[in-house]
């Protein structure tokens, strides 16, 4: 059996003060104590081993050390590579950060915020990308109001479509200006692994790339985009109903770089080579692209950023009149799993 866990009134006995006035120096209440009865209390405890109760400290501050990262999946890179940033920047200021995953699940989404909230979390980071469930949408924004009413920070790395400080990745901008860059190397025949319909940011950097192509006199069929999802394994199903399809297509763009790892996983499985037969490029810059043959053209988010600049507004000293927007822009880069067109298309 373990040793017992000193409670907080014999702290107090031991001390000689009331249970209040030890309660009001170990949980960190904002009503002031004399330093002479806070030394005493805090030299007993640590004599006798005490360990303060975080959810008593908690209801004295009206806060925790917690802040609460909601992600969509932790194995994702581009969700581990948001929590490294949001992680440092929590830790830097003697915080906690506690992760929950939703699977894409909105109702998930929703309870993770309400138990944080729970548990006094002094912030929460919300990464992913909003959905067409507008019910969905309404339902967390009036879950954040409730949280930020008593107290608790909330940022999101999102579409700024709720009541909460937003940063906004460059999704549609930076699809297009990768649709320019690809048109650019001679490709007039594209195929689209679409990710799925009701995800905001999938949909937004489809029709930001059909919108650079179209810049380039070039139109994107809807017969040539694919939906699946936003996984590798997404990306590898879309990858084989677009070989069945027959497109014709010299160049992919997926929405994401897993599903475009998947997808290339797909098109060697059917003998098809990249970049000889058929370009293929992603979105994201994910770390782990650097282990793919060839280096998957994408276009390169500052991940740890978004996270570090997320954090930063959750934790800011003074919560803003207004919900603030803060946009992050894509980069291209071409890599060499694009090339000119050399074939007749898949």
């Given at each position: 059996?373990?040793?017992?866990?000193?409670?907080?009134?014999?702290?107090?006995?031991?001390?000689?003060?009331?249970?209040?006035?030890?309660?009001?120096?170990?949980?960190?209440?904002?009503?002031?104590?004399?330093?002479?009865?806070?030394?005493?209390?805090?030299?007993?405890?640590?004599?006798?081993?005490?360990?303060?109760?975080?959810?008593?400290?908690?209801?004295?501050?009206?806060?925790?050390?917690?802040?609460?990262?909601?992600?969509?999946?932790?194995?994702?890179?581009?969700?581990?590579?948001?929590?490294?940033?949001?992680?440092?920047?929590?830790?830097?200021?003697?915080?906690?950060?506690?992760?929950?995953?939703?699977?894409?699940?909105?109702?998930?989404?929703?309870?993770?915020?309400?138990?944080?909230?729970?548990?006094?979390?002094?912030?929460?980071?919300?990464?992913?990308?909003?959905?067409?469930?507008?019910?969905?949408?309404?339902?967390?924004?009036?879950?954040?109001?409730?949280?930020?009413?008593?107290?608790?920070?909330?940022?999101?790395?999102?579409?700024?479509?709720?009541?909460?400080?937003?940063?906004?990745?460059?999704?549609?901008?930076?699809?297009?200006?990768?649709?320019?860059?690809?048109?650019?190397?001679?490709?007039?025949?594209?195929?689209?692994?679409?990710?799925?319909?009701?995800?905001?940011?999938?949909?937004?950097?489809?029709?930001?790339?059909?919108?650079?192509?179209?810049?380039?006199?070039?139109?994107?069929?809807?017969?040539?985009?694919?939906?699946?999802?936003?996984?590798?394994?997404?990306?590898?199903?879309?990858?084989?109903?677009?070989?069945?399809?027959?497109?014709?297509?010299?160049?992919?763009?997926?929405?994401?770089?897993?599903?475009?790892?998947?997808?290339?996983?797909?098109?060697?499985?059917?003998?098809?080579?990249?970049?000889?037969?058929?370009?293929?490029?992603?979105?994201?810059?994910?770390?782990?692209?650097?282990?793919?043959?060839?280096?998957?053209?994408?276009?390169?988010?500052p991940l740890e950023e978004l996270g570090e600049r997320a954090a930063r507004?959750?934790?800011?000293?003074?919560?803003?009149?207004?919900?603030?927007?803060?946009?992050?822009?894509?980069?291209?880069?071409?890599?060499?799993?694009?090339?000119?067109?050399?074939?007749?298309?898949?």
């Amino acid at each position: 059996m373990g040793a017992r866990q000193v409670t907080l009134a014999e702290v107090a006995d031991a001390a000689g003060v009331s249970l209040a006035t030890a309660s009001r120096v170990l949980n960190g209440s904002s009503r002031q104590v004399s330093d002479a009865l806070r030394d005493r209390v805090v030299a007993t405890a640590r004599e006798l081993g005490y360990l303060p109760n975080a959810s008593a400290q908690a209801l004295a501050r009206n806060s925790s050390v917690l802040v609460g990262l909601v992600v969509h999946d932790i194995a994702d890179p581009y969700f581990s590579s948001i929590a490294a940033g949001v992680t440092r920047v929590a830790e830097a200021a003697g915080l906690v950060v506690v992760l929950g995953t939703t699977s894409r699940a909105a109702d998930r989404e929703l309870e993770l915020l309400s138990t944080l909230r729970g548990h006094r979390a002094r912030a929460v980071v919300l990464a992913g990308s909003r959905t067409t469930d507008r019910a969905a949408t309404a339902r967390l924004a009036r879950e954040i109001q409730t949280f930020t009413g008593q107290g608790g920070r909330v940022a999101c790395i999102s579409q700024a479509r709720l009541p909460a400080d937003t940063v906004v990745p460059g999704n549609r901008a930076g699809a297009r200006a990768l649709a320019r860059e690809l048109a650019g190397l001679g490709h007039r025949r594209f195929a689209v692994l679409a990710g799925p319909t009701e995800l905001i940011t999938a949909r937004d950097r489809v029709a930001g790339f059909r919108a650079g192509l179209a810049e380039a006199g070039i139109e994107l069929p809807d017969s040539a985009v694919f939906p699946g999802a936003f996984t590798r394994d997404g990306g590898y199903r879309a990858a084989l109903d677009m070989l069945a399809a027959h497109t014709g297509a010299t160049c992919v763009f997926a929405v994401n770089d897993v599903m475009a790892m998947g997808a290339v996983a797909a098109l060697r499985g059917h003998g098809v080579r990249v970049p000889e037969d058929v370009s293929v490029a992603g979105f994201d810059d994910i770390p782990t692209l650097r282990d793919l043959a060839p280096a998957l053209s994408t276009v390169r988010l500052p991940l740890e950023e978004l996270g570090e600049r997320a954090a930063r507004l959750a934790l800011g000293d003074l919560p803003p009149r207004q919900p603030r927007t803060v946009r992050v822009a894509g980069e291209v880069v071409l890599r060499e799993s694009t090339a000119p067109p050399s074939g007749a298309g898949l």
